[in-house]
Structures are given as C-alpha cells and as structure tokens.
C-alpha cells in the first residue's frame, strides 16, 4: 500500500539557521502533499501545501519543493525561531479521489537560541 | 470561526470498559477523519466520511472499533473492551469536501487504558 517515508526523526539546529526535511511517497497518482505542524498538546496544524502540477511554492520563511519523477518533496525552514520548535508532518495523498492522506512519522525539530 | 472542536480533551478508563469519544467538524464540512497516535508516532488513519456516502472503514483496527456520523454533523469514535494497547490521541479532521483537501485538525482526545 501506499508508504510515506519521512527523515530525518529528529533535527536541531541553532537560531538564525536553515532546516530540511525530507519525504518520499510511493503512489505515483497522489497529487497534494501538504506539511502540518503539532505542538506539543496540540492537533496538527496546516503549514504549507503543494499539489503537483507546481515544483515549488513559498510563504515567507517556509517553502516546499516537489519532484514527482523521484516521488520525494521537501520542506524548507530558514531563518529558524525558537518558536518553530514542533514536530512536523508530511503527507501525501491518497485513496479515492485522493480525499485521504498518508502521513509520515514526523521529524522533531529543536531550535536553541 | 469556530475550528474542530473534540471531546473529552481527556479520558482515562479501565481496561475492558467502553468509550466514546465526539467530534464536532467544522460547519459546512462534509467530510471527516479519524485519526490514532501513539506517543511519539505519525497519524495512522481510522475512518472517513462523507456526506452520505459509506464510510470507509479500512483503517480500523479491529472490530472492537467503530464509529458513526450524524448527517455532515457530529461523529461519534467508539471503542468497545478497551485494550491497554488502544492508549493514544485520537484525532479527528473535517474538509470542505472532496475538492478541498486540506485537512483541518481539532485538538484530540488523550486516552489512557490503565
């Protein structure tokens, strides 16, 4: 079945630098991968989405890149705050009509000031 | 507006015993997920609905597990001879329909099963 594969498990970097994560997907018809973030106590929280017929879109500090030739889309975080201190999620859709969306096992990400 | 609201926030029961737990989605949305996570682990899909279509049940994991929805309205998550194991967030997930797929979360349901 579908499989989304997520790296790396946990991230920490320093205040002011970049951060990458990165996942692979295996449907080749899933066309929408969107990013979530979930603090701690909280549900997660839509970031940032891409569907496929672009390779990469922006919002301020954030972007996400696709390559659906190599099924692997990434997420881009710069200028790192404390405050994007989460865990991260990526997904991919899937299923009928592609409603439903297969999530990765999200990365840590530690940002120390 | 209002986002998807869940409750309880909390539950702790004994094993063997039953819950349930609610999900009111975001009005107007027509479809709605559940969701399981385990302490430090991805989101593993339960079930969808929408509208009035069968729900897809596919990811349940046993038959101890099952839920309902009323209309495009509240749904209920049920889980019967509660096991140790089902310990997680239960998390649940509206959408404006099949044309909107982007997902919006409420805040789970933390269970413990002592």
Do not use: M
Request: charged letters at 20%; aromatic letters at 8%; hydrophobic letters at 30%.
């Amino acid at each position: 079945g579908e499989n989304v594969e997520q790296h790396p498990s946990t991230l920490s970097v320093q205040e002011g630098d970049s951060a990458v994560i990165k996942c692979t997907y295996s449907d080749s018809a899933s066309n929408y991968f969107p990013w979530y973030k979930q603090e701690l106590g909280k549900g997660p929280q839509l970031i940032i989405d891409i569907r496929s017929n672009v390779g990469e879109k922006k919002d301020q500090r954030i972007a996400v890149t696709l390559n659906k030739t190599a099924k692997h889309f990434s997420l881009h975080i710069t200028e790192t705050q404390p405050e994007d201190s989460a865990v991260y999620f990526c997904a991919a859709s899937h299923g009928q009509a592609g409603t439903a969306l297969i999530f990765g096992k999200g990365t840590t990400l530690s940002v120390s000031s | 507006g209002a986002g998807v609201s869940q409750s309880p926030s909390n539950k702790v029961t004994e094993k063997g015993k039953d819950v349930e737990l609610r999900c009111d989605p975001i009005s107007g949305h027509t479809a709605l997920y559940w969701y399981r996570q385990r302490l430090g682990q991805g989101l593993e899909f339960l079930i969808y609905f929408q509208g009035n279509s069968a729900p897809d049940k596919s990811g349940l994991p046993s038959d101890r597990f099952s839920a309902e929805r009323t209309g495009e309205s509240v749904s209920t998550l049920t889980i019967q001879r509660t096991q140790q194991e089902d310990s997680a967030v239960y998390l649940c997930a509206s959408t404006p329909g099949t044309l909107g797929k982007t997902q919006y979360f409420g805040p789970g349901t933390r269970l413990l099963v002592l």
